[in-house]
RNA sequence: GCUGGGGUGGCCGAACGGUUCAGGCGGCGGCCUGCAGAGCCGCUAUAUGUGGGUUCAAUUCCCAUCCCCAGCUCCA
Protein backbone atom coordinates (compact mmCIF):
# COMPACT_ATOMS: atom_id res chain seq x y z
CA UNK A 1 0.00 0.00 0.00
CA UNK A 2 1.12 3.35 -0.40
CA UNK A 3 1.36 5.31 2.60
CA UNK A 4 -0.35 8.43 3.47
CA UNK A 5 1.46 11.80 4.82
CA UNK A 6 -0.04 14.58 6.63
CA UNK A 7 0.68 17.50 4.22
CA UNK A 8 0.63 20.81 5.83
CA UNK A 9 0.03 22.74 3.04
CA UNK A 10 -2.90 21.11 2.07
CA UNK A 11 -3.99 20.09 5.88
CA UNK A 12 -4.76 16.59 4.90
CA UNK A 13 -3.02 13.31 4.63
CA UNK A 14 -2.35 12.63 1.15
CA UNK A 15 -0.81 9.66 -1.10
CA UNK A 16 2.70 9.73 -0.59
CA UNK A 17 4.31 9.64 -4.50
CA UNK A 18 7.58 11.10 -4.87
CA UNK A 19 8.79 12.67 -8.15
CA UNK A 20 11.01 10.03 -8.93
CA UNK A 21 9.88 6.48 -8.56
CA UNK A 22 11.71 4.74 -5.59
CA UNK A 23 13.52 7.77 -4.73
CA UNK A 24 12.43 10.17 -1.93
CA UNK A 25 14.27 13.86 -1.59
CA UNK A 26 14.09 14.78 1.99
CA UNK A 27 15.45 17.87 4.01
CA UNK A 28 15.12 18.48 7.71
CA UNK A 29 15.51 21.67 8.88
CA UNK A 30 18.55 20.81 11.16
CA UNK A 31 19.47 22.69 14.63
CA UNK A 32 21.29 26.24 15.34
CA UNK A 33 24.29 25.28 16.82
CA UNK A 34 24.65 27.91 19.78
CA UNK A 35 24.00 25.27 22.78
CA UNK A 36 22.97 21.41 23.05
CA UNK A 37 20.76 19.84 21.62
CA UNK A 38 16.85 19.42 23.80
CA UNK A 39 15.45 16.07 24.17
CA UNK A 40 12.83 18.57 21.97
CA UNK A 41 15.26 19.06 19.27
CA UNK A 42 15.92 15.29 19.82
CA UNK A 43 12.00 14.53 19.01
CA UNK A 44 11.96 16.49 15.86
CA UNK A 45 15.01 14.37 14.70
CA UNK A 46 13.73 11.02 16.20
CA UNK A 47 10.52 11.97 13.84
CA UNK A 48 12.29 12.30 10.72
CA UNK A 49 14.58 9.16 11.56
CA UNK A 50 11.39 6.62 12.11
CA UNK A 51 10.21 8.80 8.83
CA UNK A 52 13.25 7.75 7.14
CA UNK A 53 13.54 4.18 8.22
CA UNK A 54 9.47 3.64 7.06
CA UNK A 55 10.11 4.85 3.89
CA UNK A 56 12.90 2.52 3.47
CA UNK A 57 11.34 -0.06 4.77
CA UNK A 58 8.48 0.22 2.24
CA UNK A 59 11.17 -0.06 -0.27
CA UNK A 60 12.44 3.72 -0.97
CA UNK A 61 15.82 5.31 -1.48
CA UNK A 62 15.72 8.08 0.70
CA UNK A 63 18.09 11.36 0.20
CA UNK A 64 18.67 12.82 3.18
CA UNK A 65 19.92 16.57 3.76
CA UNK A 66 19.75 17.69 7.05
CA UNK A 67 21.73 20.96 7.33
CA UNK A 68 23.31 23.18 10.26
CA UNK A 69 22.62 26.53 10.97
CA UNK A 70 26.00 27.37 12.29
CA UNK A 71 25.85 31.40 11.40
CA UNK A 72 23.74 33.14 14.02
CA UNK A 73 20.78 34.73 13.36
CA UNK A 74 18.24 37.24 14.89
CA UNK A 75 15.17 35.88 15.82
CA UNK A 76 12.23 38.27 15.69
CA UNK A 77 13.11 41.70 14.10
CA UNK A 78 16.09 41.89 12.60
CA UNK A 79 16.84 45.35 14.85
CA UNK A 80 15.79 44.09 18.13
CA UNK A 81 16.65 40.10 18.81
CA UNK A 82 19.40 38.65 19.98
CA UNK A 83 22.21 36.47 17.42
CA UNK A 84 22.18 33.47 19.81
CA UNK A 85 25.32 32.59 18.23
CA UNK A 86 27.05 35.23 18.99
CA UNK A 87 25.90 35.37 22.39
CA UNK A 88 26.42 32.17 23.25
CA UNK A 89 30.31 33.62 21.96
CA UNK A 90 30.01 36.09 24.22
CA UNK A 91 28.91 33.68 27.43
CA UNK A 92 31.62 31.16 27.01
CA UNK A 93 34.60 33.88 25.27
CA UNK A 94 35.13 31.92 22.32
CA UNK A 95 34.53 33.01 18.89
CA UNK A 96 31.54 32.04 17.05
CA UNK A 97 33.41 29.52 14.78
CA UNK A 98 34.44 27.90 17.81
CA UNK A 99 31.15 27.87 19.47
CA UNK A 100 29.27 26.26 16.09
CA UNK A 101 32.34 23.65 15.66
CA UNK A 102 31.78 22.22 19.08
CA UNK A 103 27.97 22.28 19.25
CA UNK A 104 28.02 20.32 15.86
CA UNK A 105 30.52 17.70 17.52
CA UNK A 106 27.82 17.92 20.67
CA UNK A 107 25.06 17.01 18.45
CA UNK A 108 26.93 14.70 15.76
CA UNK A 109 27.83 12.54 19.41
CA UNK A 110 23.53 12.40 20.12
CA UNK A 111 22.55 11.64 16.74
CA UNK A 112 24.64 7.99 16.96
CA UNK A 113 23.30 7.49 20.69
CA UNK A 114 20.00 8.03 19.59
CA UNK A 115 20.28 5.81 16.79
CA UNK A 116 19.36 7.91 14.24
CA UNK A 117 20.27 6.90 10.53
CA UNK A 118 23.25 9.18 8.51
CA UNK A 119 22.10 11.56 6.32
CA UNK A 120 23.33 11.51 2.85
CA UNK A 121 25.15 15.31 3.58
CA UNK A 122 25.24 17.70 6.07
CA UNK A 123 25.57 20.89 4.71
CA UNK A 124 26.62 23.80 7.01
CA UNK A 125 25.02 27.62 6.30
CA UNK A 126 28.69 28.87 6.66
CA UNK A 127 30.10 26.94 3.78
CA UNK A 128 27.41 27.81 1.18
CA UNK A 129 27.74 31.28 1.43
CA UNK A 130 28.25 31.69 -2.25
CA UNK A 131 25.08 29.78 -2.89
CA UNK A 132 22.85 32.21 -1.03
CA UNK A 133 24.33 35.68 -2.37
CA UNK A 134 23.60 33.95 -5.88
CA UNK A 135 20.04 33.15 -5.15
CA UNK A 136 19.96 36.39 -3.43
CA UNK A 137 20.77 38.03 -6.42
CA UNK A 138 18.44 36.27 -8.73
CA UNK A 139 15.89 37.05 -6.49
CA UNK A 140 16.84 41.02 -6.96
CA UNK A 141 17.29 40.43 -10.81
CA UNK A 142 13.80 39.01 -10.97
CA UNK A 143 12.27 41.89 -8.82
CA UNK A 144 11.40 39.81 -5.52
CA UNK A 145 14.15 41.74 -3.85
CA UNK A 146 15.61 44.88 -3.09
CA UNK A 147 18.28 46.96 -2.12
CA UNK A 148 18.65 48.88 0.82
CA UNK A 149 21.75 50.86 3.13
CA UNK A 150 23.79 47.34 1.94
CA UNK A 151 21.08 45.14 2.75
CA UNK A 152 18.41 43.07 1.23
CA UNK A 153 14.81 42.17 1.59
CA UNK A 154 12.59 40.00 0.27
CA UNK A 155 8.90 42.00 -0.67
CA UNK A 156 6.05 39.96 0.33
CA UNK A 157 4.27 41.24 -1.73
CA UNK A 158 5.28 40.45 -5.08
CA UNK A 159 5.09 36.83 -4.14
CA UNK A 160 1.13 35.97 -4.83
CA UNK A 161 1.28 32.82 -2.64
CA UNK A 162 2.79 34.37 0.07
CA UNK A 163 0.93 32.77 3.33
CA UNK A 164 0.02 29.34 1.55
CA UNK A 165 1.35 27.44 4.03
CA UNK A 166 1.21 29.09 7.49
CA UNK A 167 -2.13 30.87 6.21
CA UNK A 168 -0.73 34.22 7.08
CA UNK A 169 -0.98 36.13 3.97
CA UNK A 170 0.18 39.56 4.29
CA UNK A 171 -3.61 40.90 4.52
CA UNK A 172 -3.51 39.12 8.04
CA UNK A 173 -0.75 39.90 8.98
CA UNK A 174 -1.59 43.37 8.72
CA UNK A 175 -4.63 43.15 10.73
CA UNK A 176 -2.63 40.91 13.37
CA UNK A 177 0.14 43.49 13.62
CA UNK A 178 -2.01 46.47 14.04
CA UNK A 179 -0.57 47.53 17.27
CA UNK A 180 2.81 47.41 16.53
CA UNK A 181 4.67 50.17 17.14
CA UNK A 182 8.52 49.77 15.35
CA UNK A 183 9.12 48.33 12.06
CA UNK A 184 12.67 48.54 10.42
CA UNK A 185 12.13 51.90 7.74
CA UNK A 186 14.50 50.21 5.63
CA UNK A 187 11.65 47.52 4.84
CA UNK A 188 8.57 48.38 1.78
CA UNK A 189 6.51 46.50 3.62
CA UNK A 190 6.43 45.33 7.54
CA UNK A 191 6.83 42.09 6.15
CA UNK A 192 9.20 41.69 4.15
CA UNK A 193 11.98 39.95 5.56
CA UNK A 194 15.89 40.14 5.23
CA UNK A 195 17.53 38.38 2.92
CA UNK A 196 21.23 40.06 3.44
CA UNK A 197 21.96 42.11 6.22
CA UNK A 198 24.42 44.80 6.31
CA UNK A 199 26.25 44.53 9.58
CA UNK A 200 29.96 45.62 9.94
CA UNK A 201 29.78 44.59 13.76
CA UNK A 202 28.35 41.29 13.09
CA UNK A 203 31.65 38.75 13.77
CA UNK A 204 30.38 36.16 11.46
CA UNK A 205 30.92 38.36 8.35
CA UNK A 206 31.34 38.12 4.31
CA UNK A 207 31.64 40.40 1.41
CA UNK A 208 28.68 40.45 -0.71
CA UNK A 209 27.75 42.64 -4.03
CA UNK A 210 25.70 44.70 -1.71
CA UNK A 211 28.29 45.34 1.66
CA UNK A 212 31.13 44.69 2.92
CA UNK A 213 30.53 43.03 5.80
CA UNK A 214 27.39 41.36 5.96
CA UNK A 215 25.59 37.97 6.73
CA UNK A 216 22.36 36.06 5.42
CA UNK A 217 19.28 35.91 6.81
CA UNK A 218 17.74 33.35 8.51
CA UNK A 219 15.66 31.90 6.02
CA UNK A 220 18.00 31.77 2.85
CA UNK A 221 20.24 29.14 3.80
CA UNK A 222 17.45 26.22 3.52
CA UNK A 223 16.38 27.75 0.00
CA UNK A 224 20.01 27.58 -1.03
CA UNK A 225 21.17 24.46 0.42
CA UNK A 226 18.06 22.28 -0.74
CA UNK A 227 18.67 22.78 -4.17
CA UNK A 228 21.68 22.40 -4.36
CA UNK A 229 21.65 18.79 -2.72
CA UNK A 230 18.48 18.01 -3.60
CA UNK A 231 16.66 19.65 -6.84
CA UNK A 232 14.38 22.86 -6.75
CA UNK A 233 11.37 20.43 -6.37
CA UNK A 234 11.96 18.45 -2.77
CA UNK A 235 9.43 15.80 -2.08
CA UNK A 236 9.27 16.20 1.78
CA UNK A 237 10.72 19.18 4.13
CA UNK A 238 10.33 18.62 7.71
CA UNK A 239 10.72 20.77 10.77
CA UNK A 240 9.16 21.31 14.49
CA UNK A 241 5.69 23.22 14.26
CA UNK A 242 7.23 26.46 15.33
CA UNK A 243 9.36 26.79 12.03
CA UNK A 244 6.02 26.42 9.82
CA UNK A 245 5.83 30.41 10.43
CA UNK A 246 7.66 32.47 9.24
CA UNK A 247 10.54 29.81 8.75
CA UNK A 248 9.31 27.69 6.26
CA UNK A 249 6.89 30.30 4.28
CA UNK A 250 9.57 32.36 3.77
CA UNK A 251 11.31 29.50 2.15
CA UNK A 252 8.67 28.95 -0.10
CA UNK A 253 8.68 32.89 -1.21
CA UNK A 254 12.36 32.32 -1.83
CA UNK A 255 12.37 29.36 -3.62
CA UNK A 256 9.43 29.61 -6.02
CA UNK A 257 10.23 33.30 -6.80
CA UNK A 258 13.93 31.86 -7.61
CA UNK A 259 12.72 29.26 -9.90
CA UNK A 260 9.60 29.37 -10.62
CA UNK A 261 8.48 25.56 -9.48
CA UNK A 262 7.00 24.32 -6.56
CA UNK A 263 9.60 23.76 -3.81
CA UNK A 264 8.00 21.10 -1.67
CA UNK A 265 5.44 18.44 -2.28
CA UNK A 266 5.10 17.68 0.96
CA UNK A 267 5.38 19.67 4.51
CA UNK A 268 5.30 17.57 7.73
CA UNK A 269 5.83 19.23 10.96
CA UNK A 270 6.05 17.89 14.27
CA UNK A 271 4.43 18.91 17.69
CA UNK A 272 6.60 19.75 20.48
CA UNK A 273 7.17 18.10 23.79
CA UNK A 274 5.70 19.08 26.91
CA UNK A 275 8.10 18.10 30.52
CA UNK A 276 5.69 17.08 32.97
CA UNK A 277 2.77 19.12 31.19
CA UNK A 278 4.44 22.35 30.86
CA UNK A 279 5.75 23.92 28.02
CA UNK A 280 9.71 22.99 28.22
CA UNK A 281 11.73 26.62 28.21
CA UNK A 282 14.55 28.39 29.84
CA UNK A 283 12.76 30.32 31.98
CA UNK A 284 11.01 27.06 33.82
CA UNK A 285 13.99 25.31 34.30
CA UNK A 286 13.44 22.20 32.50
CA UNK A 287 15.18 22.39 29.40
CA UNK A 288 16.80 19.04 29.26
CA UNK A 289 19.31 17.64 27.36
CA UNK A 290 20.68 13.93 26.12
CA UNK A 291 23.36 14.17 28.59
CA UNK A 292 20.83 14.71 31.47
CA UNK A 293 18.86 11.70 30.34
CA UNK A 294 22.18 9.56 30.51
CA UNK A 295 23.25 11.03 33.90
CA UNK A 296 20.56 10.08 36.09
CA UNK A 297 21.29 6.74 34.06
CA UNK A 298 18.56 6.28 31.27
CA UNK A 299 20.18 4.64 28.10
CA UNK A 300 19.75 6.94 25.33
CA UNK A 301 17.49 3.78 23.46
CA UNK A 302 14.81 4.78 26.30
CA UNK A 303 14.64 8.13 24.93
CA UNK A 304 14.35 7.22 21.54
CA UNK A 305 11.40 4.64 22.34
CA UNK A 306 9.59 7.59 24.22
CA UNK A 307 9.70 9.94 21.46
CA UNK A 308 8.89 7.66 19.09
CA UNK A 309 6.10 6.18 20.57
CA UNK A 310 3.41 9.04 20.60
CA UNK A 311 2.46 10.29 17.10
CA UNK A 312 4.56 13.20 16.13
CA UNK A 313 1.32 15.39 15.20
CA UNK A 314 1.14 15.19 19.15
CA UNK A 315 2.17 16.89 21.96
CA UNK A 316 4.18 14.47 23.72
CA UNK A 317 4.68 14.78 27.69
CA UNK A 318 8.19 13.53 28.83
CA UNK A 319 8.39 12.28 32.31
CA UNK A 320 11.01 10.68 33.98
CA UNK A 321 8.58 7.78 34.64
CA UNK A 322 8.05 7.66 31.13
CA UNK A 323 11.51 7.12 30.29
CA UNK A 324 11.41 3.57 32.73
CA UNK A 325 8.46 2.61 31.13
CA UNK A 326 10.54 3.21 27.86
CA UNK A 327 13.23 0.76 29.26
CA UNK A 328 10.38 -1.85 30.26
CA UNK A 329 8.50 -2.00 26.97
CA UNK A 330 11.89 -2.31 25.19
CA UNK A 331 13.18 -5.16 27.65
CA UNK A 332 10.37 -6.47 26.92
CA UNK A 333 10.91 -6.78 22.96
CA UNK A 334 14.76 -7.90 23.80
CA UNK A 335 13.75 -10.33 26.37
CA UNK A 336 11.29 -11.92 23.27
CA UNK A 337 13.80 -11.97 20.83
CA UNK A 338 16.52 -13.26 22.97
CA UNK A 339 13.71 -16.08 23.73
CA UNK A 340 13.41 -17.25 20.01
CA UNK A 341 17.49 -17.96 19.70
CA UNK A 342 16.77 -21.23 22.27
CA UNK A 343 13.45 -22.24 21.12
CA UNK A 344 13.72 -25.49 19.52
CA UNK A 345 9.86 -27.25 19.66
CA UNK A 346 7.56 -28.93 17.75
CA UNK A 347 6.46 -26.17 15.35
CA UNK A 348 3.48 -24.65 15.24
CA UNK A 349 2.31 -24.79 12.01
CA UNK A 350 -0.75 -22.29 10.41
CA UNK A 351 -0.88 -20.89 13.72
CA UNK A 352 2.75 -18.85 13.45
CA UNK A 353 1.99 -18.37 9.86
CA UNK A 354 -1.02 -16.14 10.72
CA UNK A 355 0.41 -14.72 13.36
CA UNK A 356 3.11 -13.41 10.69
CA UNK A 357 0.91 -12.23 8.58
CA UNK A 358 -1.29 -10.47 10.81
CA UNK A 359 1.06 -8.69 12.53
CA UNK A 360 3.07 -7.72 9.09
CA UNK A 361 -0.22 -6.37 8.00
CA UNK A 362 -1.63 -4.45 11.01
CA UNK A 363 2.27 -2.84 12.01
CA UNK A 364 2.32 -1.28 7.87
CA UNK A 365 -1.54 -0.65 7.99
CA UNK A 366 -0.91 1.55 10.62
CA UNK A 367 2.49 3.03 9.79
CA UNK A 368 0.83 3.75 6.30
CA UNK A 369 -1.42 5.38 7.92
CA UNK A 370 0.77 8.94 8.46
CA UNK A 371 2.89 6.72 10.91
CA UNK A 372 0.34 6.16 13.29
CA UNK A 373 2.80 4.62 15.46
CA UNK A 374 0.19 3.89 18.25
CA UNK A 375 -1.67 0.78 16.93
CA UNK A 376 1.41 -0.67 14.90
CA UNK A 377 3.05 -1.16 18.42
CA UNK A 378 -0.15 -2.01 19.46
CA UNK A 379 0.16 -4.81 16.87
CA UNK A 380 3.77 -5.25 17.35
CA UNK A 381 3.12 -6.13 21.49
CA UNK A 382 0.16 -8.67 20.74
CA UNK A 383 2.08 -10.54 18.59
CA UNK A 384 4.95 -10.61 21.35
CA UNK A 385 2.36 -11.99 23.94
CA UNK A 386 1.17 -14.67 21.28
CA UNK A 387 4.39 -15.95 20.26
CA UNK A 388 5.09 -16.38 23.81
CA UNK A 389 2.32 -18.17 24.42
CA UNK A 390 3.60 -20.58 21.96
CA UNK A 391 6.62 -20.48 23.23
CA UNK A 392 5.70 -21.55 26.64
CA UNK A 393 3.88 -24.50 25.17
CA UNK A 394 7.24 -25.44 23.15
CA UNK A 395 5.38 -24.66 20.29
CA UNK A 396 7.60 -22.56 17.66
CA UNK A 397 10.12 -24.62 16.25
CA UNK A 398 13.75 -23.62 15.11
CA UNK A 399 12.92 -22.28 11.55
CA UNK A 400 9.94 -21.11 12.84
CA UNK A 401 11.61 -18.84 15.19
CA UNK A 402 14.33 -17.89 13.27
CA UNK A 403 11.21 -16.88 11.14
CA UNK A 404 9.75 -14.42 13.16
CA UNK A 405 13.35 -13.39 14.27
CA UNK A 406 13.66 -11.95 11.18
CA UNK A 407 10.47 -10.59 10.84
CA UNK A 408 11.57 -8.78 14.46
CA UNK A 409 14.33 -7.28 12.83
CA UNK A 410 13.01 -5.97 10.41
CA UNK A 411 10.42 -3.96 12.64
CA UNK A 412 13.56 -2.73 13.98
CA UNK A 413 15.05 -1.38 11.03
CA UNK A 414 12.00 0.86 11.91
CA UNK A 415 12.19 1.70 15.67
CA UNK A 416 15.69 1.23 16.10
CA UNK A 417 15.25 0.11 19.52
CA UNK A 418 15.70 -3.58 19.79
CA UNK A 419 19.65 -3.93 18.28
CA UNK A 420 21.49 -7.38 17.71
CA UNK A 421 20.72 -9.82 20.09
CA UNK A 422 22.57 -12.96 19.73
CA UNK A 423 23.59 -15.65 21.70
CA UNK A 424 26.65 -14.86 23.93
CA UNK A 425 29.18 -17.60 23.19
CA UNK A 426 32.90 -16.48 25.46
CA UNK A 427 32.81 -17.28 28.97
CA UNK A 428 35.87 -17.34 31.01
CA UNK A 429 36.91 -20.54 32.26
CA UNK A 430 36.25 -19.34 36.35
CA UNK A 431 32.37 -18.90 35.48
CA UNK A 432 32.23 -22.09 33.21
CA UNK A 433 33.41 -24.20 36.29
CA UNK A 434 31.14 -21.60 38.66
CA UNK A 435 28.01 -22.63 36.43
CA UNK A 436 28.82 -25.99 36.45
CA UNK A 437 29.14 -26.17 40.43
CA UNK A 438 25.85 -24.38 40.74
CA UNK A 439 24.53 -27.07 39.00
CA UNK A 440 26.19 -29.59 41.59
CA UNK A 441 24.29 -27.84 44.18
CA UNK A 442 21.35 -27.77 42.23
CA UNK A 443 21.47 -31.30 41.68
CA UNK A 444 21.99 -31.90 45.55
CA UNK A 445 19.27 -29.92 46.29
CA UNK A 446 21.79 -27.54 48.51
CA UNK A 447 20.06 -24.06 47.55
CA UNK A 448 22.01 -22.16 50.05
CA UNK A 449 25.38 -22.92 47.74
CA UNK A 450 23.43 -22.64 44.54
CA UNK A 451 22.38 -19.29 45.38
CA UNK A 452 25.49 -18.22 46.58
CA UNK A 453 27.15 -19.06 43.66
CA UNK A 454 24.66 -17.25 41.46
CA UNK A 455 24.71 -13.94 42.97
CA UNK A 456 28.64 -14.43 42.63
CA UNK A 457 28.18 -14.94 39.17
CA UNK A 458 26.10 -11.62 39.49
CA UNK A 459 28.97 -9.43 40.96
CA UNK A 460 30.86 -10.48 37.66
CA UNK A 461 28.58 -9.39 35.17
CA UNK A 462 26.36 -13.11 34.87
CA UNK A 463 22.93 -12.91 34.84
CA UNK A 464 22.37 -16.73 35.49
CA UNK A 465 18.30 -18.04 34.62
CA UNK A 466 17.42 -21.43 35.20
CA UNK A 467 14.65 -22.73 32.44
CA UNK A 468 12.60 -25.61 31.79
CA UNK A 469 15.37 -26.47 28.97
CA UNK A 470 18.15 -25.89 31.69
CA UNK A 471 20.38 -23.36 32.83
CA UNK A 472 20.84 -20.14 30.88
CA UNK A 473 23.71 -17.25 31.02
CA UNK A 474 24.16 -13.89 29.65
CA UNK A 475 26.33 -10.97 30.82
CA UNK A 476 24.53 -7.81 32.57
CA UNK A 477 24.24 -4.66 30.29
C1' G B 1 -7.18 39.70 22.25
C1' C B 2 -7.36 36.43 17.61
C1' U B 3 -6.46 31.42 15.43
C1' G B 4 -5.38 26.31 15.78
C1' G B 5 -4.26 21.62 18.54
C1' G B 6 -5.30 18.96 23.02
C1' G B 7 -7.60 17.30 28.05
C1' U B 8 -9.03 9.30 27.98
C1' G B 9 -7.79 4.32 33.98
C1' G B 10 -2.24 5.10 39.06
C1' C B 11 1.27 6.92 34.68
C1' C B 12 2.21 7.15 29.14
C1' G B 13 -0.88 6.86 25.23
C1' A B 14 -4.74 4.40 20.83
C1' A B 15 -9.68 4.59 19.04
C1' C B 16 -13.35 5.72 10.93
C1' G B 17 -20.87 7.78 16.05
C1' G B 18 -22.11 1.42 16.99
C1' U B 19 -19.03 -5.57 18.88
C1' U B 20 -16.66 -5.51 26.36
C1' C B 21 -12.84 2.19 24.93
C1' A B 22 -5.97 -0.79 21.74
C1' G B 23 -1.18 -1.26 23.54
C1' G B 24 2.85 -0.19 26.96
C1' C B 25 4.34 0.79 32.04
C1' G B 26 3.16 0.29 37.26
C1' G B 27 0.58 -2.32 41.42
C1' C B 28 -1.92 -6.79 43.31
C1' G B 29 -3.15 -12.05 42.84
C1' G B 30 -2.52 -16.81 40.35
C1' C B 31 0.19 -20.51 37.09
C1' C B 32 5.29 -22.07 36.22
C1' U B 33 9.98 -22.21 39.38
C1' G B 34 13.63 -24.95 45.11
C1' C B 35 13.92 -19.48 45.00
C1' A B 36 14.64 -15.73 41.46
C1' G B 37 14.21 -14.22 36.32
C1' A B 38 11.53 -14.60 31.84
C1' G B 39 6.71 -15.90 30.23
C1' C B 40 1.37 -16.77 30.57
C1' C B 41 -3.58 -15.73 32.96
C1' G B 42 -6.68 -12.56 35.95
C1' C B 43 -7.59 -8.10 38.64
C1' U B 44 -6.56 -2.83 39.08
C1' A B 45 -10.28 -0.89 34.61
C1' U B 46 -18.37 0.65 36.12
C1' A B 47 -11.22 5.92 32.43
C1' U B 48 -13.14 9.93 28.15
C1' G B 49 -11.93 18.02 32.17
C1' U B 50 -17.00 20.21 33.52
C1' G B 51 -22.23 21.42 32.14
C1' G B 52 -25.83 21.14 28.47
C1' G B 53 -27.65 19.48 23.50
C1' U B 54 -28.34 16.33 18.83
C1' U B 55 -28.97 10.87 18.14
C1' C B 56 -31.88 4.49 18.83
C1' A B 57 -26.51 5.07 20.07
C1' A B 58 -21.38 10.23 21.62
C1' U B 59 -14.37 9.64 23.51
C1' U B 60 -16.13 10.78 18.55
C1' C B 61 -20.94 15.74 16.27
C1' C B 62 -22.94 20.84 18.26
C1' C B 63 -23.00 24.81 22.20
C1' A B 64 -21.06 26.75 26.70
C1' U B 65 -17.21 26.69 30.28
C1' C B 66 -12.36 25.60 32.81
C1' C B 67 -7.32 24.10 32.12
C1' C B 68 -2.75 22.96 29.01
C1' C B 69 0.22 23.85 24.47
C1' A B 70 1.49 26.44 20.04
C1' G B 71 1.20 30.43 16.19
C1' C B 72 -0.16 35.65 15.39
C1' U B 73 -0.33 40.47 18.55
C1' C B 74 3.45 41.58 22.63
C1' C B 75 7.68 40.00 24.98
C1' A B 76 11.53 36.85 26.06
Known amino acids: MVPKLFNALTKQKEAFKPLKEGVVTMYNCGLTVYDYASI????????????????????????????????????????????????????????????????????????????????????????????????????????????????????????????????????????????????????????????WINDPKHVMNWKSPWCEKGYPGWHIECSAMSVKYLGETLDIHTGGVDNLFPHHENEIAQSEAATGKRFVNYWLHNEHLLVEGQRMGRSLGNIYKLSDVVARGHEPKALRYLLLSTHYRQQLNFTWDGLVAAKNAIDRLVNFVRRLLDADGKGSGEEIKHLIERVRRDFEDAMDDDLNIGPALAALFDFVRDVNKLLDDNLLSKEEAGEVHRLMSKFDEVLGVIGEVKKEEKLSKEAEELIAKREEARKAKDWMTADKIRAQLKTMGIIIEDTPEGVQWRFAK
Do not use: C
Open 40 to 195: GNLRAYTFVDVLRRYLEFKGFTVKQVVNFTDVGHIFGDVDVGEDRIEAAAEREKKDPWAIAEFYIEAFLDDWRKMNFEEPMVRPRATEHIKDMIELVQKLIDKGYAYVVNGSVYYDVTKFKDYGKLSGNTVEKLKLGAGGRVEFNPEKRNQFDFAL
